[in-house]
T-cell receptor, first 115, second 113 residues
Framework: DTEVTQTPKHLVMGMTNKKSLKCEQH?????MYWYKQKAKKPPELMFV???????INESVPSRFSPECPNSSLLNLHLHALQPEDSALYLC??????????????FGQGTRLTVV | GENVGLHLPTLSVQEGDNSIINCAYS??????FIWYKQESGKGPQFIID?????DKRQGQRVTVLLNKTVKHLSLQIAATQPGDSAVYFC????????????FGTGTKLQVIP
């Protein structure tokens, strides 16, 4: 199994809503990531979890709250988002040796629209 | 900050010809480079990678070249097919305990049948 599964595929939410994006992998990877991608732009790193601990937060606003309940799951909790937060949210995972990096496997993304 | 960028935003290639997609990076500490392919509506898909102790690596129909002197990376696709049409991103990572992959701006490859 070399898949990273993201749900939902599409999400429309109001600015006062609370929603969560979910990501799951069963490759035994210990590093998991959230990226944000706007149209015609490259993915931008938001968060990195390593061994279920948050290791990188790229100065992401607090209305985005990541959570890593276990080594296979990664969530992104959303609250009080703005229309400019509309984007494709990508989850990825990779082996984390801490010494030699390896490629990240990406999910298909959640297309988020904030209205 | 560090920047990984591409020279050409769009590349049109005749089917059957070879494609070359270029990428420049500025962080001399980067030691691991990856090429990703992203089709419309999908997540990035790993194509090939190369570490800084190598200058060339070949896969199936793809070759990555790394020139550390001028901080340049290229992806060569042999016998380009319509299914190769996508946006291609180079990405860099540097060892340091954390997996922080930084993407370049992307090149759209259009294959003309």
């Amino acid at each position: 199994d070399t898949e990273v599964t993201q749900t939902p595929k599409h999400l429309v939410m109001g600015m006062t809503n609370k929603k969560s994006l979910k990501c799951e992998q069963h490759m035994g990877h210990r590093a998991m990531y959230w990226y944000k991608q706007k149209a015609k732009k490259p993915p931008e790193l938001m968060f990195v979890y390593s061994y279920e601990k948050l290791s990188i937060n790229e100065s992401v606003p607090s209305r985005f709250s990541p959570e890593c309940p276990n080594s296979s799951l990664l969530n992104l909790h959303l609250h009080a988002l703005q229309p400019e937060d509309s984007a494709l949210y990508l989850c990825a995972s990779s082996q984390d040796s801490g010494v030699m990096n390896t490629e990240a496997f990406f999910g298909q993304g959640t297309r988020l629209t904030v209205v | 900050g560090e920047n990984v960028g591409l020279h050409l935003p769009t590349l049109s290639v005749q089917e059957g010809d070879n494609s070359i997609i270029n990428c420049a990076y500025s962080n001399s500490a980067s030691d691991y480079f990856i090429w990703y392919k992203q089709e419309s509506g999908k997540g990035p898909q790993f194509i090939i990678d190369i570490r800084s102790n190598m200058d060339k690596r070949q896969g199936q129909r793809v070759t990555v070249l790394l020139n550390k002197t001028v901080k340049h990376l290229s992806l060569q696709i042999a016998a380009t097919q319509p299914g190769d049409s996508a946006v291609y991103f180079c990405a860099e990572n540097n060892s340091g305990g954390y997996q922080k992959v930084t993407f370049g701006t992307g090149t759209k490859l259009q294959v003309i049948p």
